[in-house]
Nanobody, 116 residues
Framework: QVQLVESGGGLVQPGGSLRLSCAAS????????MGWFRQSPGKQRELVAT???????NYADSVKGRFSISRENGENTVYLQMSSLKSEDTAVYYC??????????WGRGTQVTVSS
C-alpha cells in the first residue's frame, strides 16, 4: 500500500499564491504517476495536474499557465505551485498516486479557499 500526506492548503485572496505538497510512502515502485485532483461542492472530482516519475507534466486547461507541478523523485514528493488564484479554484485538493503494482491511492484532501 501507498500512503499520501498532503499539506499547504488554506485561505488566500484572489490573485494570490499557494503551494501544496504531498509525500508518498510505503511500497513504491517506478514508473509511477503523482498528481492532484480537486472537488468543489456539488461537482465531480476533476484532474488538476499530474506528473510521471520521469517528468512529463500534464495540466487541466483551466489551470495551464497558472499552476506548476513538480516532484522530487528521491523523496517521492509532489508539489503544486498555484498562482493567480481565482475564486473558482476553491475546492478540496486531493493528492493522487498510481503505480501498476498497487493501483490508485488518494490522500485525505486539503482545503483551498480563494476569497477576499
Amino acid at each position: 500500500q501507498v500512503q499520501l500526506v498532503e499539506s499547504g492548503g488554506g485561505l488566500v485572496q484572489p490573485g494570490g499564491s499557494l503551494r501544496l505538497s504531498c509525500a508518498a510512502s510505503g511500497s513504491i515502485t517506478s514508473p509511477n504517476v503523482m498528481g492532484w485532483f480537486r472537488q468543489s461542492p456539488g461537482k465531480q472530482r476533476e484532474l488538476v495536474a499530474t506528473i510521471y516519475s520521469g517528468s512529463y507534466p500534464n495540466y487541466a486547461d483551466s489551470v495551464k499557465g497558472r499552476f506548476s507541478i513538480s516532484r522530487e523523485n528521491g523523496e517521492n514528493t509532489v508539489y503544486l505551485q498555484m498562482s493567480s488564484l481565482k475564486s473558482e479554484d476553491t475546492a478540496v485538493y486531493y493528492c493522487h498516486f498510481w503505480q501498476q503494482r498497487t493501483g490508485y491511492s488518494w490522500g485525505r484532501g486539503t482545503q483551498v479557499t480563494v476569497s477576499s
